[in-house]
């Protein structure tokens, strides 16, 4: 038998399970099955140069603990370097590291954010803890692991799913979910600002500032910022706020001074009152002037039970008032199309919706789903018709789920996602696809794999 890694999209933790993988499996593919390569992300400084992280399963098929891995391009995707481990010591068999994010902070500085999950050998309550590591060369050489909050540390906290936005003249910010009594014993977010460009972390606070009296749960957050000081933060939620009901809808505050004080949550999908249906799993982006948030919503009645929408809205005001929520798919696209996992982009003219969809027959595996992209060149405005990013994709290729995209100001994008066979005979991997057209064309996709020893152990470059 092999693990089978099931990651709950509400929780962003990771969760095995041993179950019985049918069929003979080859050498190479016995190999393969040693590394579970998961949950990339991807950036890019804006001439030239781009990294992908994800999270790999290579220690062995019978145990559970993750490293962070890193590939890295200057030459806008064409090329990528040899993959290699984020630290070259391996942690401690009992740690999990997952759910990276990067950014791009400028003068040659990256910071890479992730989950640490303490504990797992279940003899102990897991801790779970957000961590950092700085690049000042490019990414060429990175700084050790640290803790990020200043409270974390063998606290009874749970914090996971991070992301990472650069702002202007250094500024950057952290949020992610916290469980615990920072906010009460829900779920609620947290945020962090650094000044100078990720050296030190002296400022963090709740994002949601209801926290201590609300009592619905905070997801995923998602952040933008217009490079003037103004930042927007999306995330979903079951908090009633007036007559909202319990059902989940998207949030959202503001900050007008680089993060330091946020807004009351306030409802971003004006029919909240009366749609009763799941909205999560928001992204948001910015040009400086527009503001653009896409999510997935449930099925509503017209649709197919069990069906994802996606649907976006958009506010040229920074936020003091919404576009009614328009469906990207759905009636106006691809009816018959399960859609979820939206990520948004914008560089240059060209912004850029990417997501997973299943239901069209194009993929062979369990869940049937294909990476789909949506384009818009006037601001937002307006979006191109739902396609496949890759149309040479043929179902043996199988699943391909949770992409995620960056572009440049110059028209070069490249999109990143995990796939998973059909067969089961290899583990997920990364793949990765590049346009030079502004998402109008790509590449035919590329498997993100590191160098193996004949046993299987991931080599260290």
Same mark, same amino acid.
């Given at each position: ?25 080859? =050498? ?6 040693? !590394? ?17 992280? /994800? ?17 890295? #391009? ?15 010591? +391996? ?11 990067? &950014? ?15 504990? $797992?050998?279940? $003899? ?32 009874? $906290?749970?914090?996971?799913? +991070? ?11 952290? &949020? /992610? ?27 963090? #606070? ?30 979903? !939620? ?22 330091? &004080? ?44 069990? &069906? ?5 809205? @958009? ?17 106006? *696209?691809? =009816?018959? $199309?399960? #859609?979820? !996992? ?26 049937? #789903? ?15 018709? +739902?396609?496949?990013?890759? +149309? ?7 699943? @391909? ?10 028209? @070069? ?38 160098? @193996?020893?004949?046993? *299987? ?5």
């Amino acid at each position: 038998m092999a693990r089978l890694i099931r990651r709950s999209r509400l929780l962003g933790a990771v969760f095995l399970g041993a179950v019985a993988l049918a069929g003979s499996v080859s =050498p190479g593919s016995e190999i393969d099955n040693l !590394s579970w390569r998961l949950n990339p992300a991807i950036g890019t400084d804006g001439a030239g140069g781009w990294i992908i992280v /994800w999270e790999d399963r290579s220690r062995g098929r019978w145990t559970s603990e993750a490293d962070l891995w890193l590939t890295r #391009s200057t030459d806008a995707g064409r090329s990528w370097g040899a993959p290699r481990r984020l630290h070259d010591r +391996p942690e401690a068999p009992d740690q999990d590291d997952a759910t990276p994010a990067i &950014a791009y902070l400028g003068e040659n500085v990256w910071v890479i954010v992730w989950a640490r999950h303490q504990g $797992l050998d279940e $003899l102990r309550p897991p801790d779970l803890d957000v961590m950092y590591a700085r690049s000042t060369d490019g990414g060429s050489t990175w700084s050790g692991p640290a803790l990020l909050a200043p409270y974390a540390g063998g606290d009874s $906290l749970a914090e996971f799913n +991070p992301t990472v936005i650069a702002g202007q003249r250094g500024a950057v910010i952290v &949020a /992610w979910e916290v469980f615990g009594t920072v906010g009460g014993l829900d779920a609620d977010l947290v945020t962090i600002r650094s000044a100078d460009r990720g050296a030190t972390w002296p400022d963090w #606070s709740l994002l949601n500032a209801n926290a201590p009296q609300d009592r619905g749960s905070d997801f995923n957050p998602r952040l933008a910022t217009d490079g003037r000081g103004g930042w927007l933060a999306v995330w979903w !939620s079951d908090e009633a706020l007036g007559t909202t009901g319990r059902d989940f809808d998207i949030l959202f505050a503001r900050s007008t001074d680089e993060g330091f &004080a946020w807004t009351l949550p306030m409802i971003l999908n004006s029919d909240a009152v009366r749609d009763g249906v799941a909205d999560r799993f928001p992204d948001i982006a910015t040009d400086g002037s527009a503001w653009v948030v896409v999510w997935e919503s449930a099925a509503t009645e017209t649709e197919t039970a069990g &069906a994802f929408t996606l649907r976006w809205a @958009r506010s040229t005001d920074a936020g003091a008032s919404w576009s009614p929520p328009t469906p990207l798919t759905g009636e106006a *696209g691809l =009816p018959r $199309l399960r #859609s979820r !996992s939206p990520r948004i982009a914008v560089a240059g003219v060209t912004w850029l919706i990417v997501w997973d969809a299943a239901g069209d027959g194009s993929a062979a595996g369990p869940l049937g #789903s294909d990476i789909y992209s949506s384009r818009s060149v006037d601001g937002g405005r307006t979006w191109s018709s +739902p396609r496949r990013l890759c +149309p040479a994709a043929t179902p043996a290729d199988g699943d @391909r789920l949770s992409p995620r995209v960056a572009g440049d100001a110059q028209g @070069r994008w490249v999109a990143v996602w995990e796939r998973h066979a059909p067969d089961g005979r290899q583990a997920p991997a990364p793949m990765t696809a590049r346009s030079e057209d502004g998402g109008a064309t790509w590449s035919t996709p590329g498997e993100v794999r590191p160098a @193996r020893s004949p046993s *299987g152990e991931a080599a260290l470059p």
